[in-house]
């Protein structure tokens, strides 16, 4: 069957989610995306249609590559939003043929490369990945809240406020250990404004750090202040978040595993582990 290649910017949101649920129907659970979900996706994770291509086989959506165009703040790689292939279209090498299409479409934007995340235990995927010469970067860890939400404690000194995105610090160097990846990232916050919550917690007058998440819980960014750390201030944004949020529980997406600090930070919150990933990264060649 001939496949033509094709950027995104005739598809209808609609068409592509139901691409995407198609793509990922046979997995042990199942992707049910609605066209909603499948929009904030977009908004999140940078979605660009013309950086972004799918194979057609006749009116049919068989495969697609998502992604962002060259992002300034991770080295101009894009950030691959998701890669799929619906079953009937499988072992015809058009994830190949997409990827080199996004390739070509990103070199001429200043991309020098693309970046992703992929669960460790798909084993098919990671060696897919490196077959198109992708690196491993760094491990990530996906894990949630165990327990039920505490009650609210913050230490006296602390004051929670909400906090617009855009006042943020713009350096963030003392903040954070380790870089969030494209989907926690500032931008990604930006996308989802409605239905996110960003919350700062102040120290004498100062700002010591900041929380954000999503609507449904999920935690994309707990930055607190080298100065300020290990005084409450982490548990009392999380607490705060959690109650913001009125999710059952708190997830968290992508923690680098390298990041003791954090992680010690979560394991004593109470968080439960439930996958890890691979960040992986492809540099373009001259």
């Not at 990827?99 to 992703?116: E, F, M, T, Y």
């Not at 935690?219 to 080298?226: C, L, N």
């Amino acid at each position: 069957m001939p496949y033509q290649i094709t950027d995104c910017r005739d598809l209808q949101a609609s068409q592509l989610c139901s691409a995407m649920n198609a793509a990922f129907s046979d997995y042990v659970v199942p992707l049910s995306l609605t066209e909603d979900n499948f929009r904030d996706f977009q908004k999140q994770r940078g979605f660009s249609a013309e950086h972004s291509f799918v194979a057609m086989a006749r009116d049919e959506i068989a495969a697609f590559w998502f992604s962002s165009p060259p992002l300034p703040s991770y080295e101009n790689h894009a950030y691959t939003l998701s890669v799929g292939t619906v079953p009937a279209h499988r072992r015809k090498g058009l994830s190949r043929e997409l990827l080199q299409r996004v390739i070509d479409r990103q070199k001429p934007d200043a991309g020098q490369g693309l970046q992703l995340e992929v669960i460790t235990t798909n084993e098919k995927a990671v060696q897919a990945y490196q077959d198109f010469g992708f690196e491993t970067c760094r491990t990530l860890r996906v894990c949630r809240t165990a327990g039920k939400r505490p009650g609210l404690a913050p230490e006296p000194d602390f004051i929670l406020e909400e906090v617009p995105v855009d006042h943020l610090p713009g350096d963030e160097s003392a903040f954070f250990d380790v870089q969030p990846t494209p989907q926690n990232s500032r931008a990604a916050l930006r996308g989802l404004l409605e239905t996110s919550h960003v919350l700062g917690v102040r120290v004498d007058g100062s700002l010591a750090g900041w929380g954000a998440s999503y609507g449904d819980g999920s935690v994309a960014q707990v930055a607190v202040h080298k100065e300020f750390r290990r005084r409450g201030a982490g548990r009392a944004l999380l607490d705060g978040l959690w109650a913001k949020s009125g999710a059952d529980q708190l997830t968290f997406v992508n923690v680098d595993v390298a990041a003791e600090g954090v992680n010690a930070f979560l394991d004593r919150y109470g968080v439960e582990d439930r996958v890890q990933q691979l960040e992986m990264r492809l540099t373009f060649k001259d």
